[in-house]
């Protein structure tokens, strides 16, 4: 059964480094998003993307943050120059079609910042 | 802007029997959408069963099934016949009419089935 798949899945850096975190969604899916976590915290929406375009972001998703398809399989998120809260379970997930809350999670990529 | 409220940290259940699982919501929308996803131990989330607001008709998957009662914004996964299998967090969510996907959280309910 196709999967998301996310790497890493630990990534320990020292703040103030930048951060990318990849995920491959599913093959025919047309709609990428990033969730994240904070232990003991709700699991909060960061941003969607379809076309090549963030189509919404939360306030969360400041100018520190960005996404990128690099590629026709790859969907990034980069954290140009990380702080100690953006420690987080990063999710990403996909979609083969809006608006049904259907969404397809990866197993998450674990983000702990010194 | 919308809530989801998890009640109940942890719950526990022995195999075979039946659990429910509480989760009320906050919203000013009269069209929106319920879920409940399941995140096994060291695995994805995934979708176990979705609600639409404008059916009445509760919303059932085999074992799973859901009490959603619109008025009092309260949305509860009853999962009858527990399996080992069940072992999970499980998250409520909430999604408007509008925004891409845009899923709001409950907070989680870890569940242990018990053989």
């Known amino acids: 059964e196709p999967e998301v798949t996310q790497t890493p899945s630990h990534q320990v850096t020292q703040m103030g480094q930048e951060v990318i975190l990849r995920c491959v969604p599913i093959?025919?899916?047309?709609?990428f998003y990033w969730y994240r976590q904070i232990l003991g915290q709700k699991v909060e929406f960061l941003v969607s993307f379809y076309n090549n375009e963030i189509s919404e972001k939360s306030e969360i998703f400041d100018d520190q943050f960005s996404v990128e398809r690099p590629d026709g399989s790859n969907f990034t998120l980069k954290i140009r120059s990380t702080k100690l809260e953006d420690s987080a379970m990063y999710f990403c997930?996909?979609?083969?079609?809006?608006?049904?809350?259907?969404?397809?999670f990866g197993e998450g990529s674990r983000l702990t910042v010194l | 802007a919308q809530t989801v409220t998890q009640s109940q940290p942890e719950m526990s259940v022995q195999e075979a029997e039946t659990v429910t699982l509480s989760c009320t919501y906050d919203?000013?929308?009269?069209?929106?959408?319920l879920f409940w996803y399941k995140q096994p131990p060291s695995r994805q989330m995934i979708l176990v069963i979705r609600q639409e607001a404008y059916k009445q008709q509760n919303a059932t998957e085999n074992r799973f099934s859901v009490n959603f009662q619109k008025a009092a914004k309260s949305f509860s996964l009853k999962i009858s016949d527990s399996q080992l299998g069940d072992t999970a967090m499980y998250f409520c969510a909430f999604m408007g009419n509008t925004g891409f996907q845009k899923l709001v959280f409950g907070t989680g309910t870890r569940l242990l089935v018990s053989p």
């Open positions: 093959s025919n899916h047309l709609y």
């Open positions: 997930a996909s979609s083969e079609i809006v608006n049904t809350g259907e969404l397809f």
């Open positions: 919203t000013s929308e009269n069209n929106y959408y």
